[in-house]
């Protein structure tokens, strides 16, 4: 006969945080008379070093064979737990976490009758389940020691030399032409004024030349197979239709190219051939002949236009193979459109209306105007400026933002002074909601803006903009919400200070590597305070603005967390893979083929077995989803660690009653 669980209970106080709504000395006198509970108590704090030694000591002294511990959610504490099993000589598996702070006294707090009612609950079908628990056994696989970085920004280049430079090899994916991403549209940078080029440029640079890293521009991802530690990635080369290696940068064929197309990297302001480069400092230095616009003259390919004969017009997309260990999503973010939300401000019906990142271009010396502000109405210098604060942002509007873009108050006070020092006589005008310095330095670049460079700080929504047709000035109507006032301003020219938005790129990324979005778009993190650089897919984790809005301080930073944990989990040499896997019963499957179609991880298999056709499922690509399980129609799989005989026995003892009253 298979001998009795011996199962013992620890409540855990969690300070106040469930002792301060319900008793847990109730719930543990309660946990004794559930079937098979040989321990129970309660401490202050089980995470603790003393609180882990009370279990550890109850296993070796009463021969506990499943543990159960009553406290916060699995997803903060379960490994830690799992780990006091293990290191008591108990298999890690034989645990169950119940969850009775986030779960019941978080949601109860005024109701401690009903949290008590909810945790005993969550009690009691948590020993239902460790009642049927299995021991697991968990594997362990290699990992290759190459890093895929997705996207080339100053997060994707941070993340590639840190891994680099340990020693690992780093494959990073842009899908433009250079490297750099929107830094490299940037003039300066906030508090500090630096130039953004020059901070930028030599790590470019670095990215590039280091013999570590194998640089893929111009590639997009295509699609990605494995898991942890062995994930095959295929990414797709898109036709430049020039030789990287032939090609010396000389521009001779932009200078003969008959083609105008708008420069993208200018927004649309300045034109550029159809034949180019993104900007000066672009890294690789070749030219991109862009497919939307060459007409397939041939100009450009003679050999008295390129000497070294670096052009190939008939160059088609190639998908190239790796295999990577790791992989880190940067690929940053775009800048939200005005033109449909927000038809009030008059963003691409008004000429000089532009937004905060048409302005950088402005300032930049290797702008559209190099450096000159100009009004795109006539190419004046404007002697009056609003800058609009929060467009697309702290907006519950259809088609706007709940988020603050956390960059925008900021980069508006960086143009105003920027344009002052060139302009003092100028007059600019910043309106607002609030203002959020929240990072090292800024409040003092705040202050100094009203201080020193006089910018008049308006406090109020702008309500309408309207053109003065003969002059193209703008006519602005707002409330100031300090003097409790309307007021109307007549300007030149007004920045819109659009916010951040995830870029058009993550549905694609997120579909190919399995992740998941936030109610903001963003890339979600598996936990927000303790995970913050990881995503639920083990062995992927995020960096920069395409997990949320941040500055370049804060994206960089994140950039080393996400490199860091990269590098750690590959200096491992090999992982263990939880085995949570769903399992086949050659006996009863029938091999219909329902699981395989099913699988959203593609971790099944038709195999020939003597009988026909049998399933197989790669224990290594399982997520233990149980979508499998709960298709086959045969009943033929099983879901380690969630059985049907576990799940039934958790249902039971949710329906049981309380305590035996009524």
Same mark, same amino acid.
């Given at each position: 006969?298979?001998e009795?669980p011996?199962i013992?209970?620890?409540?855990c106080?969690?300070?106040s945080n469930?002792?301060?709504?319900?008793d847990p000395k109730?719930?543990?006198?309660y946990?004794?008379?559930?079937?098979?509970?040989?321990h129970?108590?309660?401490y202050k704090?089980m995470?603790?070093d003393?609180g882990q030694?009370l279990?550890?000591?109850?296993?070796?002294?009463?021969?506990l064979?499943r543990?159960?511990?009553a406290a916060c959610?699995?997803?903060?504490?379960?490994?830690?737990f799992?780990?006091?099993?293990?290191e008591a000589?108990l298999?890690?598996?034989?645990?169950?976490?119940a969850?009775i702070r986030e779960h019941?006294?978080?949601?109860n707090?005024?109701?401690?009758e009903?949290a008590?009612?909810?945790?005993k /609950?969550?009690?009691r079908?948590?020993?239902?389940?460790?009642?049927n628990?299995?021991?697991?056994?968990?594997k362990?696989?290699s990992?290759?020691?190459t890093?895929?970085i997705?996207g080339?920004g100053?997060a994707?280049i941070?993340a590639?030399?840190?891994?680099a430079?340990?020693g690992?090899?780093?494959?990073m994916?842009?899908k433009?032409?250079?490297?750099?991403?929107?830094?490299s549209?940037?003039?300066?940078?906030?508090?500090?004024?630096?130039c953004s080029?020059?901070?930028l440029t030599p790590?470019m640079? /670095?990215?590039?030349?280091?013999?570590?890293?194998e640089?893929h521009t111009?590639?997009?991802l295509? /699609?990605v197979?494995?898991?942890?530690?062995?994930?095959?990635?295929k990414l797709r080369k898109?036709a430049?239709h020039?030789d990287?290696e032939?090609?010396?940068?000389?521009g001779?064929?932009?200078q003969h190219?008959?083609?105008?197309a708008p420069n993208?990297?200018?927004?649309?302001?300045?034109?550029?051939?159809?034949?180019?480069?993104?900007?000066?400092?672009?890294?690789?230095l070749?030219y991109?002949i862009?497919?939307?616009?060459?007409?397939?003259c041939?100009?450009?390919? %003679?050999k008295?236009?390129?000497?070294p004969?670096a052009i190939?017009?008939?160059e088609?997309d190639k998908?190239?193979?790796k295999e990577?260990?790791t992989?880190?999503?940067?690929?940053?973010y775009?800048?939200f459109d005005?033109?449909v939300?927000?038809?009030?401000y008059?963003?691409?019906?008004?000429?000089n209306?532009?937004t905060?990142l048409?302005?950088e271009?402005l300032?930049?010396?290797?702008?559209p105007t190099?450096?000159k502000?100009?009004?795109p109405?006539d190419l004046k210098d404007?002697?009056k400026?609003?800058?609009i604060?929060?467009v697309?942002?702290r907006n519950q509007q259809?088609?706007?933002?709940?988020?603050?873009?956390?960059?925008?108050c900021?980069?508006s006070t960086?143009?105003?002074?920027?344009y002052?020092e060139?302009?003092?006589?100028?007059?600019?005008?910043?309106s607002?909601? /609030?203002i959020r310095a929240?990072?090292k330095?800024y409040?003092?670049?705040?202050?100094?803006?009203?201080?020193?460079?006089?910018?008049?700080?308006?406090?109020g929504r702008i309500a309408?903009i309207?053109?003065?047709?003969?002059?193209?000035?703008?006519i602005?109507?707002?409330?100031?919400?300090?003097?409790? %006032?309307?007021?109307e301003l007549?300007?030149d020219?007004?920045?819109?200070?659009?916010?951040?938005?995830?870029?058009?790129?993550?549905?694609k990324?997120?579909?190919?590597?399995n992740l998941?979005?936030?109610?903001d778009?963003?890339?979600?993190?598996a936990?927000?305070?303790?995970?913050?650089?990881?995503?639920?897919t083990?062995?992927?984790?995020?960096?920069?603005?395409v997990q949320?809005?941040?500055?370049?301080p804060d994206?960089v930073?994140?950039?080393?967390?996400a490199a860091?944990?990269?590098i750690?989990?590959?200096?491992?040499g090999?992982?263990?893979i939880e085995p949570?896997f769903?399992v086949?019963?050659e006996?009863?499957?029938?091999?219909? %083929?329902?699981?395989e179609l099913?699988?959203p991880?593609g971790?099944?298999?038709?195999?020939?077995?003597g009988?026909?056709?049998r399933?197989?499922?790669?224990?290594?690509?399982c997520k233990?989803?149980?979508?499998c399980?709960?298709a086959?129609?045969?009943?033929?799989?099983?879901?380690?660690?969630?059985?049907?005989?576990?799940i039934?026995a958790?249902i039971?003892?949710?329906?049981?009653?309380i305590?035996g009253?009524e």
């Amino acid at each position: 006969m298979t001998e009795e669980p011996k199962i013992g209970v620890f409540i855990c106080h969690c300070g106040s945080n469930i002792a301060g709504v319900v008793d847990p000395k109730v719930l543990a006198e309660y946990a004794k008379g559930l079937p098979n509970v040989i321990h129970s108590e309660d401490y202050k704090f089980m995470c603790s070093d003393p609180g882990q030694d009370l279990i550890k000591k109850a296993i070796k002294e009463k021969g506990l064979t499943r543990i159960i511990v009553a406290a916060c959610s699995p997803r903060m504490h379960e490994p830690t737990f799992r780990r006091v099993c293990n290191e008591a000589g108990l298999n890690q598996f034989l645990f169950e976490q119940a969850n009775i702070r986030e779960h019941c006294t978080w949601v109860n707090m005024r109701e401690p009758e009903k949290a008590l009612i909810i945790a005993k /609950d969550n009690i009691r079908i948590a020993v239902a389940k460790a009642n049927n628990l299995e021991a697991l056994i968990a594997k362990k696989v290699s990992i290759k020691p190459t890093a895929l970085i997705l996207g080339g920004g100053i997060a994707g280049i941070s993340a590639a030399l840190d891994i680099a430079d340990s020693g690992y090899q780093v494959i990073m994916v842009e899908k433009n032409p250079s490297i750099g991403g929107k830094m490299s549209q940037l003039d300066k940078t906030f508090p500090t004024m630096d130039c953004s080029a020059c901070i930028l440029t030599p790590k470019m640079v /670095d990215c590039f030349q280091h013999p570590n890293i194998e640089l893929h521009t111009y590639t997009e991802l295509e /699609d990605v197979s494995g898991f942890v530690g062995n994930f095959q990635v295929k990414l797709r080369k898109k036709a430049r239709h020039v030789d990287l290696e032939k090609c010396t940068g000389c521009g001779e064929c932009a200078q003969h190219c008959p083609v105008i197309a708008p420069n993208e990297f200018d927004l649309g302001m300045s034109p550029r051939k159809a034949c180019y480069i993104p900007f000066p400092q672009a890294v690789p230095l070749v030219y991109t002949i862009d497919d939307d616009y060459c007409i397939k003259c041939g100009i450009c390919a %003679r050999k008295e236009v390129c000497e070294p004969e670096a052009i190939n017009l008939d160059e088609k997309d190639k998908i190239i193979e790796k295999e990577v260990g790791t992989i880190i999503v940067a690929s940053g973010y775009e800048v939200f459109d005005p033109s449909v939300a927000l038809e009030q401000y008059g963003f691409g019906r008004y000429e000089n209306v532009i937004t905060g990142l048409q302005m950088e271009r402005l300032l930049s010396s290797f702008g559209p105007t190099e450096g000159k502000v100009k009004r795109p109405s006539d190419l004046k210098d404007p002697e009056k400026v609003l800058f609009i604060q929060c467009v697309g942002s702290r907006n519950q509007q259809e088609g706007c933002n709940p988020y603050c873009s956390r960059v925008c108050c900021m980069y508006s006070t960086k143009h105003a002074r920027q344009y002052k020092e060139k302009h003092p006589e100028v007059q600019l005008y910043i309106s607002y909601m /609030d203002i959020r310095a929240f990072g090292k330095g800024y409040e003092e670049f705040y202050e100094r803006a009203q201080r020193e460079y006089n910018v008049n700080y308006i406090r109020g929504r702008i309500a309408e903009i309207y053109e003065v047709p003969e002059t193209k000035n703008l006519i602005v109507r707002g409330e100031d919400t300090f003097l409790r %006032r309307p007021f109307e301003l007549e300007v030149d020219m007004i920045v819109l200070a659009v916010g951040l938005v995830p870029s058009p790129e993550l549905g694609k990324i997120v579909r190919i590597l399995n992740l998941s979005q936030g109610t903001d778009g963003f890339l979600l993190e598996a936990h927000p305070k303790l995970r913050p650089v990881d995503t639920l897919t083990d062995g992927i984790f995020v960096a920069g603005a395409v997990q949320g809005p941040k500055d370049i301080p804060d994206t960089v930073a994140q950039a080393k967390g996400a490199a860091s944990g990269a590098i750690s989990l590959m200096a491992r040499g090999e992982i263990e893979i939880e085995p949570y896997f769903a399992v086949v019963n050659e006996a009863l499957c029938s091999g219909c %083929r329902t699981c395989e179609l099913l699988c959203p991880f593609g971790a099944i298999e038709m195999l020939q077995c003597g009988t026909g056709l049998r399933a197989w499922i790669n224990d290594a690509l399982c997520k233990g989803c149980g979508t499998c399980v709960a298709a086959c129609p045969a009943g033929a799989i099983k879901q380690n660690h969630f059985s049907d005989q576990q799940i039934y026995a958790q249902i039971i003892a949710a329906l049981e009653e309380i305590g035996g009253e009524e």
